[in-house]
């Protein structure tokens, strides 16, 4: 079965540093001989029979053992990543795609957490629309002076979220299809 990872947090440097390369050589050498990753920022494509909680704590241990970060790591299948992008609630002609951002999230939220974090951007143009394991956010300014963090998510809600943009999930989507 075709699943893809995402790590939450990869940075080119520092103490999340994840070199894309060992990694797709770590994984191909324990038990995901097809394993291929998509930028520096932790896109994993790969086939496994695992369920996805035994996938993404296998991936997080070998990461933790042989490279060292301590990483969150979501796993979804193809077809979920598919539904996010089609459900994409921005699709007005005023939303700019490139401004929406997508954070697939360990676990839903609660309404009352999401209350939360909506009252610290109702003073903002931010918006956020939650959906099941799925902040969907659209940030017109800068991403990174946005209140809807990783880091606003994880506090607020107790859970591991990650964010892509449309771009990347839609080439990590395609290089899942090229494994049918």
């Known amino acids: 079965m075709i699943q893809l990872v995402f790590l939450r947090g990869v940075m080119p440097s520092g103490k999340n540093r994840v070199p894309m390369k060992q990694l797709q050589e770590l994984l191909q050498e324990n038990g995901y001989p097809n394993a291929r990753t998509?930028?520096?920022?932790?896109?994993?494509?790969?086939?496994?029979?695992?369920?996805?909680?035994?996938?993404?704590?296998?991936?997080?241990?070998?990461?933790?053992?042989?490279?060292?970060?301590?990483?969150?790591?979501?796993?979804?299948?193809?077809?979920?990543?598919?539904?996010?992008?089609?459900?994409?609630?921005?699709?007005?002609?005023?939303?700019?795609?490139?401004r929406v951002f997508f954070s697939m999230?360990?676990?839903?939220?609660?309404?009352?957490?999401?209350?939360?974090?909506?009252?610290?951007?109702?003073?903002?143009?931010?918006?956020?629309?939650?959906?099941g394991d799925t902040a969907y956010m659209y940030i017109p300014g800068s991403a990174a002076r946005s209140k809807l963090s990783n880091i606003t998510l994880e506090k607020s809600w107790k859970l591991v979220a990650t964010t892509r943009n449309f771009n990347t999930l839609s080439k990590v989507l395609a290089i899942a299809e090229t494994f049918k």
């Open 105 to 131: 999230l360990s676990h839903s939220p609660t309404k009352e957490a999401v209350q939360v974090v909506q009252e610290k951007i109702k003073e903002t143009t931010e918006r956020l629309i939650v959906s």
């Open 38 to 98: 998509y930028l520096h920022t932790g896109n994993i494509i790969l086939t496994s029979e695992k369920n996805p909680n035994e996938l993404a704590k296998h991936i997080y241990q070998l990461i933790l053992t042989n490279i060292g970060p301590d990483l969150g790591v979501l796993v979804r299948t193809p077809e979920a990543v598919q539904q996010i992008l089609i459900n994409n609630p921005f699709q007005q002609p005023e939303d700019e795609l490139k």
